[in-house]
């Protein structure tokens, strides 16, 4: 029998660095996009995720990751019913920080032209010189985590999902990754490590928190509570 485990958001909130970790394991199957991705994204799970797979890893940890499931009902749904044992861990992580991450990284992939197709790059002129604050008001709904984790409650069961905040992975993730796997298929109906959320703890991009303006900042404060109350309040596998 195979353990099954989907990575499904949020992004910037230490997937890849979970994804690489785990990876390294022996007893780990980890299915990539094409040419070797890391994000398998919708919908080709469909095509690389296949009977035939499942028999060949037997006893097997399978695991792949979108970091954008989190915003598509109906690959949520697809995921649930295809397969009724998997377990899903979701990553979450201070909202200032993600914003100050994203503003960074859009902002050097309209300028570098990289990827193509990337939204940044198609809006180029905007993203390139946008302030902070512009970046934000035009993408003010993906912040919006709190709304996002209600709707993934819709869909996943809770006894399934695994939430695990980027400031706990981020201590150490060997040991992270290894509680975290240890939860799977655990009797108890929840298992919560508080690991200090509110703790600052500075990794790739982060920048003090003084670039965020105040209105902001007291913006990005209220849906963090509200996101934090209700992944403390869901019943899932919580390390934070």
């Known amino acids: 029998m195979n353990t099954n485990i989907v990575v499904i958001g949020f992004q910037k909130c230490g997937t890849t660095a979970f994804i690489n970790e785990i990876a390294s394991r022996s007893n780990v199957v980890l299915f990539t996009g094409p040419n070797g991705h890391l994000e398998v994204a919708w919908p080709q799970i469909q095509v690389i995720e296949t009977a035939d797979s499942f028999n060949r890893y037997k006893n097997m940890i399978l695991v792949h990751k979108f970091a954008a499931y989190y915003m598509n009902d109906v690959a949520l749904n697809y995921l649930v019913s295809s397969n009724k044992d998997r377990h899903y861990v979701l990553f979450i992580r201070d909202l200032r920080k993600i914003l100050v991450s994203w503003h960074k990284m859009h902002s050097s992939i309209a ?8 939204f940044a790059y198609l809006e180029r002129d905007f993203y390139s010189n946008c ?9 003010r709904n993906a912040f919006r985590h709190d709304i996002f984790f209600s709707n993934i409650l819709k869909t996943i069961p809770v006894n399934k999902l695994i939430v695990v905040s980027q400031e706990f ?7 992270a990754t290894n509680l975290i796997l240890g939860s799977i298929d655990v009797e108890d109906e929840s298992v919560i490590v508080d690991a200090g ?3 600052n703890y500075h990794g790739y991009a982060d920048d003090p928190y ?11 404060n209220t849906y963090n509570s509200a996101l934090i109350n209700s992944v403390k309040n869901s019943g899932a596998r919580l390390f934070l």
């Open 111 to 118: 300028l570098k032209g990289l990827l193509k197709n990337h």
């Open 131 to 139: 302030v902070l604050r512009d970046y934000y008001f035009k993408r």
């Open 169 to 175: 992975l981020a201590k150490n993730i060997k040991h």
């Open 197 to 199: 959320y509110d703790q």
């Open 210 to 220: 003084k670039e965020v303006p105040e209105d902001i900042m007291k913006e990005l």
